[in-house]
């Protein structure tokens, strides 16, 4: 991968409308996918944890992916999730998404056995090998075994075909270290984050991008953020980060994930359907309140109408004095004020 075609932007990691019998709802699909293009995102990613990817077959996964790359036709690059149990099957889902013209795959560490830096080197050593399709690390330490950065540098210099990786831990530091040991060596590897709390100040420090949950709620503030940051408009970036923290917060933590994801892509006018994770009946009702919290939050950005009754004082857009907003201010401030010390702003 040459420099020039360096993975980058905001990608979205997709969620999957369903239908009354729990199938893939193939129309509403399509009518999302086209919503996010027009709206500014760089780049989808089908089959991540967003997407629910464990939730379904290797078979829906496949014609997830393919639809998008049908009714996408190239106007954006993909990354797909092939995450599968296995190498052999992981390779399986390589060869199948690059018949499709996918950009690139990503590839989570193994899940569910926790395993040491030396097995997780050999795991990606014999995908990097053997795969038809660019690589994409994906470092999702709550889920499964994290990838450190030692790990990465002898990936990235060993394996051509392993060109990126997203990292969803958050971590700032993290980020640093692996971008100062890949990037004198591979100047063209990508480099993700997927906490969308921290996208303004890992931009800053670096990224190239990023695969947002938020992206697919709301395609404009994450677009308008990344484009802010790389202007390096910072006051502007800085409000617009704190807004889509205030929001990210509430869809995160106020229900099982990705279900306030679901519940705020049905504020946007998609039908989305009941997702395969069974909830109980106090899980629907608390559903359906945090429901009417989206909606007043949406409804302060004009992207929907306030509930009918109005919204409580309080439920619009982000202000600077919000504890989330100061928290990720005092990290954009340390960030900028680090940068403009190296000559860097």
């Not at 990613?45 to 014609?63: A, I, M, Q």
């Not at 390096?232 to 306030?260: C, N, W």
């Not at 004095?321 to 702003?345: C, F, H, K, W, Y």
Request: proline share 6%.
């Amino acid at each position: 991968m040459s420099k020039s075609s360096r993975l980058q932007g905001i990608f979205t990691p997709n969620l999957v409308p369903l239908d009354s019998r729990g199938n893939i709802n193939e129309p509403e699909l399509r009518k999302y996918i086209d919503w996010l293009i027009e709206r500014g995102v760089h780049g989808l990613y089908p089959n991540g944890s967003t997407g629910e990817f464990t939730r379904f077959t290797f078979e829906e996964r496949l014609r997830t992916v393919e639809i998008i790359a049908d009714q996408t036709r190239g106007r954006v690059p993909i990354l797909a999730g092939a995450a599968e149990a296995n190498v052999k099957e992981t390779l399986r889902a390589c060869e199948h998404y690059y018949r499709m013209g996918v950009r690139a795959v990503a590839i989570v560490a193994p899940f569910y056995y926790k395993l040491g830096p030396k097995s997780v080197y050999a795991y990606f050593k014999e995908i990097g090998q053997n795969t038809p399709i660019d690589v994409t690390l994906y470092n999702i330490p709550m889920f499964a075994s994290p990838i450190d950065v030692p790990t990465v540098q002898r990936l990235s210099e060993e394996c051509e075909k392993i060109v990126a990786i997203k990292d969803s831990s958050g971590d700032i530091p993290h980020m640093i270290r692996m971008i100062q040991a890949v990037r004198p060596n591979r100047p063209e590897f990508a480099f993700f984050t997927g906490w969308d709390a921290a996208l303004m100040p890992m931009l800053l420090v670096g990224c190239d991008g990023g695969t947002n949950a938020s992206s697919g709620v709301v395609p404009e503030i994450t677009r308008k953020l990344y484009d802010l940051t790389m202007a390096h408009r910072i006051d502007e970036a800085r409000q617009v980060q704190y807004d889509l923290v205030k929001l990210f917060d509430t869809m995160i933590y106020s229900a099982e994930f990705p279900e306030g994801f679901r519940a705020a892509v049905e504020l946007r006018g998609f039908r989305m359907g009941v997702g395969r994770q069974p909830m109980s009946a106090e899980q629907r009702t608390d559903l359906g309140t945090l429901s009417t919290t989206l909606q007043c939050m949406l409804s302060a950005h004009g992207f929907v109408n306030e509930p009918v009754g109005g919204c409580p004082a309080g439920k619009g857009a982000a202000k600077s004095g919000d504890v989330n907003a100061a928290e990720v201010g005092a990290i954009v401030s340390q960030v900028v004020a680090e940068l403009s010390r190296r000559g860097l702003l």
